[in-house]
């Protein structure tokens, strides 16, 4: 059973373009979690989807940052006009449909805005 | 959610056992007690939760204490590849609530 799946892995970009982030989720999960690593901090909820709804968007910043889970393919991170302060680790988790089951998280992606 | 404490670090000679604590004073009846891992570089890795009974998996042991304002993760055999940061987070146990990470143990094991 894979685990979670991230792509890409590392991904830079220019002040001012698009990010674009995916997360496959272990396979017979249906919630999706992301969260955000900035450089030497700790590790922050964005946002919490089931297929085709968004749960929980408490920690995502308002403007720019967009997430979905659609019925069919991955979830996709989308980061409009990036600044350098957007670079960071953003980890994707994903649990299965029971409550409380356990968070399974993916090897992240690294994003770096020049 | 209730806050956890930990140390900021602890060092931990190979082949002991290495033991983390952590402060949930706060924790109400409906939270359980997860701790995960993040080995550098890397997605946080989970290796146990408990309600108020101890716990045991092929990774670490869990003791979590009658009053359960405060546990310890037991690593019973520590290697070099324990070294990582580890986290202590309280959950509800309804929902499918986030995980709000503190700042964590950094452990770093001795040769």
């Known amino acids: 059973n894979a685990g979670v799946m991230q792509n890409p892995r590392h991904l830079v970009r220019r002040r001012g373009q698009e990010a674009r982030l995916r997360c496959s989720p272990m396979k017979g999960h249906s919630h999706v979690y992301w969260y955000r690593q900035l450089p030497e901090e700790g590790l922050k909820f964005m946002v919490y989807l089931q297929k085709e709804n968004i749960i929980d968007e408490s920690g995502m910043p308002k403007e720019r940052f967009s997430a979905e889970f659609p019925k069919e393919g991955p979830s996709i991170l989308r980061i409009q006009q990036v600044v350098r302060g957007d670079s960071a680790a953003y980890f994707c988790?994903?649990?299965?449909?029971?409550?409380?089951?356990?968070?399974?998280f993916g090897p992240g992606t690294r994003l770096l805005v020049l | 959610d209730a806050k956890t404490t930990q140390p900021p670090s602890m060092d931990c000679a190979e082949g002991r056992a290495a033991n983390l604590p952590c402060n949930h004073s706060t924790i109400s009846g409906n939270e359980y007690v997860y701790w995960y891992r993040q080995i550098h570089s890397q997605g946080p890795q989970y290796i146990i939760h408990g309600l108020k009974n101890n716990e045991t998996n092929e990774m670490a042991s869990l003791i979590i204490t009658e009053d359960r304002k405060s546990s310890t993760l037991i690593l019973p055999h520590a290697t070099l590849r324990d070294t990582a940061v580890y986290y202590c987070?309280?959950?509800?146990?309804?929902?499918?609530?986030?995980?709000?990470f503190g700042t964590g143990t950094r452990l770093t094991i001795i040769p």
């Open positions: 988790a994903s649990s299965p449909v029971r409550e409380l089951e356990t968070q399974y």
């Open positions: 987070i309280v959950r509800l146990n309804f929902g499918n609530e986030k995980l709000t």
